[in-house]
């Protein structure tokens, strides 16, 4: 299972990295809307899945 989510959080960085270009210095409240909860969720994901992998490999 937290091999599931450390991709899934892998995933949703490549999202906030994606949509804080798209934010234009959050000015555009959608693409930074997007950026917040796709970074609080990668964060968390990897948070969880480092309580099974290692931390060097996560």
Known sequence: MSWIVLIASGLLEAVWATA???SE???RLWPTVIFGGALLASMGGLAF???GIPVGTA
């Open 20 to 22: 804080l270009g798209k």
């Open 25 to 27: 210095g959050f000015t």
């Open 49 to 51: 899945a480092m309580r």
